[in-house]
């Protein structure tokens, strides 16, 4: 993959390597919520997006399944109710309740509320056990995203746990942040085995990066771009900040604003 094509990190107009005082750090509202049990809201809801714009995080993360029927579905999990999402029409899904009242969310319903503020949606497009779904998931998802003029490298970055998933983005993305998602005991691969696929970015549990910390700058030398997730206390947030990582995906977006400070990517 040429240099040209993975220099296109949406976080900034400019990528910052190494850890310096000017290095902006974004925040993005892990699963769409900040605070989620403390405020009330359920995650990977309409309500939560509502209230990570309306608090000026810079990013919002929601997961997208496609269902039985080749519908597109917003929550974490592949099932939902007692029911697996995967083999599931989605009609099934829009008469349940969660535990705020709302009901779940369509694609189209979370981009549409998405499209309504400038807070970057962070589109995690979970992994199927079927290839073709996989790939029709991507395709959907680039449907919807046109259909409310949200195709916008500005306005929207691509993680998932599939590297199949991430190579079809990389292919039919150009341009658009891409970031393969790996977690302690998923496997170790580093920024050079993620940019060898053709994808432009990292997206790992924080406690990959206690293990091997020199991926940061790594990922930062071959012009790709490095997120953390599930990092929730402050000793790990100021570890992560201190590292240089480009952006925070956390459960406490407020605690990371504080620590950030002035550093904090809007």
Not at 150 to 164: G, K, L, T
Not at 174 to 196: C, I, S
Not at 227 to 244: F, H, P, R, S, Y
Request: charged share 25%.
């Amino acid at each position: 993959m040429k240099k040209s094509l993975i220099l296109t990190f949406a976080l900034a107009a400019v990528m910052l390597t190494g850890c310096n005082k000017e290095h902006k750090i974004a925040i993005t509202a892990h699963r769409g919520f900040w605070n989620c049990e403390e405020a009330g809201y359920m995650e990977n809801t309409i309500a939560s997006l509502a209230a990570a714009q309306a608090n000026g995080f810079w990013g919002s993360e929601c997961d997208v399944h496609i269902t039985g029927d080749d519908q597109l579905l917003v929550n974490h999990n592949d099932d939902l109710g007692g029911f697996n999402i995967h083999d599931t029409p989605i009609d099934t899904f829009l008469v349940m309740v969660h535990k705020n009242g709302e009901h779940p969310a369509t694609v189209d319903q979370y981009i549409e509320q998405a499209s309504k503020g400038t807070t970057m949606l962070v589109y995690e497009i979970k992994p199927n056990p079927s290839k073709e779904k996989e790939d029709l998931l991507v395709d959907k998802t680039i449907e919807a995203l046109k259909a409310h003029d949200m195709f916008d490298p500005a306005r929207v970055m691509f993680i998932s746990f599939s590297m199949n998933i991430c190579k079809r983005i990389a292919e039919k993305c150009p341009g658009f942040t891409n970031q393969f998602l790996q977690g302690v005991g998923d496997g170790e691969l580093g920024p050079d085995e993620v940019l060898a696929e053709g994808v432009n970015g990292i997206d790992y549990d924080y406690q990959m990066f206690y293990m091997h910390p020199e991926w940061v700058a790594r990922a930062h030398e071959l012009g790709m771009s490095v997120n953390v997730w599930t990092v929730n206390a402050a000793e790990d947030i100021q570890k992560m900040i201190d590292l240089g990582v480009d952006c925070i995906t956390t459960n406490d977006p407020l605690l990371a604003r504080e620590l950030l400070g002035d550093r904090e990517l809007k």
